[in-house]
């Protein structure tokens, strides 16, 4: 039976036990390779203890992972009784934001990590900001360590009665909340005996039971990005990448912003002719009467065309050693295409600790600010409203040093319009 997909962002502060819960999902659920089980019981009888300690693998995982040894262990997909389920785990702050933004990942759902011991940090309210601001609306809370809370009832309530307002103020209004302790794997897939107050269901159920699989971007009009074009014998291919719709033989298209278009008269992939392609398939087309198209075009149904825009507004985090005042022209990457944009003016500054704005019209943004903007692109320029094409409305800010900043599209004021 083919179970439904999900990809699950694990959030919250850096020492909350982010690690220690992927790592019990992973080991509860049977997901860690044999070999790899073999080899710490061969460490820990080497070093003279016969026992398995989780904490022992634990240590092992999280060694090599800053070694770059672990990332397929760290991306192992696991499967509960109804799904199965990929974690998306970022390590570090300035990481988790990029990864996030660039759409290296897109997550279903978010398991916001939060530590009894320690409470709610900064890093909690920034995580659960950032991950309202990309879309993601289903939230479920792990309220970690609660063994170093003596499995109190009390420490539980406080910790949900100061987490609750910061959930509400950011519409995630009646988010699950598990109190577990991922290292003893009290209440992850089993339910616990250590808390009897509590009534509710184990983490892995709390999942099964809420979290959905998000629709699939078959259903939403085509859009596709234009990867590259070379001449084959006598005919032109043109290389794409689609993101969203469906992509069939026989049918009229436009390349955005140029106003080309075409009419489809063959697909191929990987060497094979096809009639149709779908969400995330790379193919090469061969269009009728396309006199030119580039890298960074948007391939669209005249029905539902690309939007082409003269302005648009976006949330935008900065994390490099970058400053963006009112006339700065930014590098702005989206989809494949590249374009140089104008700061029109900067709107807002937001707290995305408090949750607030925090300054109306400021001169200037600074590394770890987040800002609302008004860009304008210095030349014609498709990008699309992240709430209707995620895939075309967050981009990255090129720097002097790689990826500066990154952010997602609010509004989009079409060009010619009014």
């Known amino acids: 039976m083919n179970l439904p997909r999900i990809n699950l ?18 080991y509860d659920s049977n997901a860690i390779p044999e070999q790899k089980l073999q080899e710490v019981e061969a460490e820990l009888k080497k070093a003279g203890d016969e026992g398995f300690r989780f904490a022992f693998l634990l240590d092992t995982l999280e060694e090599e992972r800053r070694g770059g040894l672990t990332i397929d262990i760290m991306q192992t997909p696991f499967k509960s009784k109804k799904h199965l389920y990929t974690i998306i785990d970022c390590p570090g702050h300035r990481e988790f934001i990029k990864k996030m933004f660039t759409g290296a990942s897109q997550a279903d759902a978010a398991l916001l ?60 209004r009646v988010p699950a909340i598990v109190p577990l302790s991922a290292l003893k794997g009290e209440n992850v897939f089993n339910r616990t005996q250590k808390m009897p107050w509590y009534r509710g269901s184990s983490l892995i159920e709390t ?53 080309e278009e075409g009419l489809v008269t063959g697909i191929e992939m990987f060497g094979k002719e ?29 029905q539902n065309r690309a939007k082409v825009v003269r302005s648009f507004v976006a949330e935008m985090v900065l994390f490099s050693n970058i400053e963006v005042r009112n006339g700065d022209v930014l590098i702005i990457r989206c989809g494949t295409a590249e374009n140089k944009c104008k700061v029109q003016k900067i709107l807002e500054r937001i707290d995305p600790i408090n949750l607030t704005v925090n300054a109306k019209s400021p001169e200037v943004l600074k590394s770890g600010d987040v ?8 030349q014609p320029m498709c990008i699309e409203k992240y709430s209707e094409f995620p895939e075309l409305g967050r981009f990255v800010v090129e720097g002097k040093r790689g990826t500066a900043a990154a952010g997602i599209v609010l509004e989009t004021h079409a060009a010619g319009a009014e």
Do not use: W
């Open 9 to 26: 962002v694990v959030i919250g502060h850096k020492d909350h036990g982010k690690s220690t819960l992927i790592g019990r999902l992973l």
């Open 113 to 172: 990590v939060v530590s009894a011991k320690e409470g709610i940090q900064d890093q909690t309210k920034q995580h659960a900001f950032l991950i309202r601001t990309l879309g993601i609306e289903q939230l479920i809370v792990a309220v970690n360590k609660m063994d170093e809370a003596n499995y109190e009832a009390a420490r539980f309530k406080e910790i949900c009665n100061e987490l609750l307002p910061i959930l509400n103020s950011l519409d995630y």
């Open 207 to 259: 999942l099964d039971r809420t979290v959905r699989s998000s629709a699939s971007p078959i259903d939403k009009p085509l859009r596709a990005c234009v990867q590259d074009v070379y001449k084959l014998e006598s005919k032109k291919v043109v290389v794409c990448k689609i993101l969203t719709g469906i992509l069939e033989e026989g049918e009229i298209v436009n390349f955005d912003p140029s106003g």
């Open 274 to 302: 096809i009639e149709r392609a779908g969400p995330g398939d790379s193919v090469g087309l061969i269009v009728n009467k396309l006199r030119e198209a580039k890298r960074g075009e948007v391939v669209s149904y005249p």
């Open 371 to 378: 800002g609302k903007i008004l860009f304008s692109p210095l």
